[in-house]
């Protein structure tokens, strides 16, 4: 896993520290920004924390005064301090700090610093996809109950559905059309995730397949496969919206 590292501490801190660290707990860290001791510091780990998975601060950097960005705000990144002693280091606890060093610490103190920083944002990480919604599901086939089985077609391969009462024939562009014992609402649900709209009670069309509309009082729609549709008032104005009419300015 790659955790991008934001260094805010002394060139020296810093290769003591490094110095330290294992092959083992080596893999997968970037470092992605070096701040050093200057008045600007707090605001430069202020724009960049946002962006990196962990901070290796020094409080004695700034005298501390960066603490205060993990008490206020609700930044992602976790703080690792380089602590002169245990009250800094206490300090640093307070503050929200989860790992805390000191010059002391031996190479496996920083390595278990380190994979612990690593289970904690693997962790977070599979938090956040269980939290993620799935992608509404656009269905690329559809299953077709018929007297002999279940037929299963490609929606791109159909025209369009037309209602007859309890009945509904299917029909596509390149083989005959089937009659199934099924209504026609029982094909909206399914196929509106696929780009079919439902233009009259009695007909959903497959947009793709639309090549004319012809105007007049009930509006018609003229199909790949030279079948022609009537638009009821109800759908009509959808229609033009999901056609994108170009419009004059």
Known sequence: MNIRVCVAMSAQ????LFSKLLPSSTDGIHVVARLRENKQLRAELAS???AVDLVLYEPNADDGASLDLWCDSQTEAQLCCLCSGPEQALECLQAGAMFVLFDTSTAIDVDVAIRRCKRVLQSRSRQMIARSPEPAYTPEVIALPHMHGIEVRACESIVHVEGQGNYTYVVFAREPRLLLSRTIGDYE???GGAGFLRVHRSHIVNMKHVRRIVPGKTP???LSNGDVVS???RYKGILLRKLNVVKRK
């Open 189 to 191: 649900d399914v196929l």
């Open 220 to 222: 018609r729609l003229v």
């Open 13 to 16: 801190s810093e290769q003591k």
């Open 231 to 233: 638009v009821s008032d």
């Open 48 to 50: 960049c924390m946002d």
